[in-house]
């Protein structure tokens, strides 16, 4: 069975500052790699994800994130954050060929001060 | 606009009480999720459907059951509420293409505080 750790629960950052939000996965078989965001009092909603091709992934609202077979990693990226990025960003992983089941990790809160 | 709606978004409850909470998706997607989101955890599978008449268990499934009669609709069921099943809860659902590549849709949540 697969599993996702996120290895940061909170991480506090200025306004306009870069900032990087890390996953690690583990899985006997190749899986595919999702990012969520979780603004305040809403459902999740799909960031970007990794399905194959090139390793650098980019997504909405300037983030991008880059695959790392070898380090079992999918860090999440943005080069100046904003206050509206506050919020809890998801990773999650889908294992190939078995179905659409996510596994996510524990959640990291970003919390970007002016 | 199509989307995916829960209700109720809040709830509270008495132990022991039945308690169903709805989810209604207008995608039209085969595949509907219910997930529970508690700090620390992120989210867990508790039931997932790849169709109608397609149930399956997730990771926390005991506690709770689904019913797929239709493509829209996938409620969950908790048989005897218990404090433990407090939690924040969240449908979704995708299209349903093979091997895992979907994105998956989430409604807004239900809060339920089991008393």
């Known amino acids: 069975a697969q599993s996702v750790t996120q290895l940061d629960s909170q991480v506090p950052v200025f306004e306009e500052a870069p900032v990087e939000l890390r996953c690690n996965y583990s899985?006997?078989?190749?899986?595919?790699l999702f990012w969520y965001v979780q603004y305040p009092n809403q459902g999740l909603q799909l960031l970007l994800k990794?399905?194959?091709?090139?390793?650098l992934v980019k997504g909405i609202n300037g983030f991008e994130a880059e695959f790392n077979k070898s380090q079992t990693s999918f860090h999440l990226r943005k080069p100046s954050v904003h206050i509206s990025d506050t919020a809890e960003y998801f990773c999650?992983?889908?294992?190939?060929?078995?179905?659409?089941?996510?596994?996510f990790g524990g959640g990291t809160r970003l919390m970007v001060k002016p | 606009d199509a989307e995916i709606t829960q209700s109720p978004r809040h709830k509270i409850t008495e132990t022991g009480r039945q308690v169903t909470l709805a989810c209604h998706q207008t995608?039209?997607?085969?595949?509907m999720f219910w997930y529970r989101q508690d700090l620390g955890h992120g989210l867990r599978l508790i039931h997932y459907?790849?169709?109608?008449?397609?149930?399956n268990k997730g990771e926390v499934s005991d506690g709770y059951s689904v019913s797929r009669s239709n493509t829209e609709d996938l409620p969950l069921t908790l048989e005897s509420a218990a404090s433990s099943q407090t939690s924040v809860y969240f449908c979704?659902?995708?299209?349903?293409?093979?091997?895992?590549?979907?994105?998956?849709?989430f409604g807004p949540g239900t809060r339920l505080t089991v008393l």
């Open positions: 979704a659902s995708s299209e349903g293409r093979r091997g895992g590549t979907d994105t998956q849709y």
């Open positions: 899985s006997s078989v190749s899986v595919y």
């Open positions: 990794y399905l194959s091709g090139s390793t």
């Open positions: 999650a992983v889908s294992e190939y060929d078995a179905g659409n089941m996510l596994t």
């Open positions: 995608w039209n997607h085969n595949n």
């Open positions: 459907s790849y169709g109608v008449h397609d149930t």
